[in-house]
């Protein structure tokens, strides 16, 4: 199993930029593909983005394409989501997820389903 631990949300403007981290404990970490998804208030769990065990592949939703970029320390058992040009659409708590696989499958890395192990997630608001 492992444990994530979010942090770095908060509130900003638009336009502003924030810096979200995740930090893995458990020695599956670095052998496991990772995920960022979100969660509005009445809305489900959406997709954000997805990087593959050692970075080579990554996966970006429409919404944050060109804004969003993922970044991993295996060393450091981290995960990074930078987000830019930050919109008030943007506004979610947002989750770490680990697959415990090297990778997945296109069509269901995009999917809660495609992962095991979920941290509680961090607020993220974007006033407009």
């Known amino acids: 199993q492992v444990q994530l631990v979010e942090s770095g949300g908060g509130l900003v403007q638009a336009g502003g930029s924030l810096r979200l981290s995740c930090a893995a404990s458990?020695?599956?970490?670095?052998?496991?593909?990772m995920g960022w998804f979100r969660q509005a208030p009445g809305q489900e769990r959406d997709f954000v983005v997805y990087i593959s065990w050692n970075g080579d592949t990554t996966t970006y939703a429409d919404s944050v394409k060109g804004r969003f970029t993922i970044s991993r320390d295996n060393a450091k058992n981290m995960v990074f989501l930078q987000m830019n040009s930050l919109r008030p659409e943007d506004t979610a708590v947002y989750f770490c997820?680990?697959?415990?696989?090297?990778?997945?499958?296109?069509?269901?890395?995009?999917?809660?389903?495609?992962?095991?192990?979920w941290g509680q997630g961090t607020q993220v608001t974007v006033s407009s």
């Open positions: 997820a680990a697959a415990r696989l090297l990778t997945v499958a296109p069509v269901l890395r995009v999917r809660a389903q495609g992962y095991k192990d």
């Open positions: 458990g020695r599956t970490f670095s052998s496991s593909a």
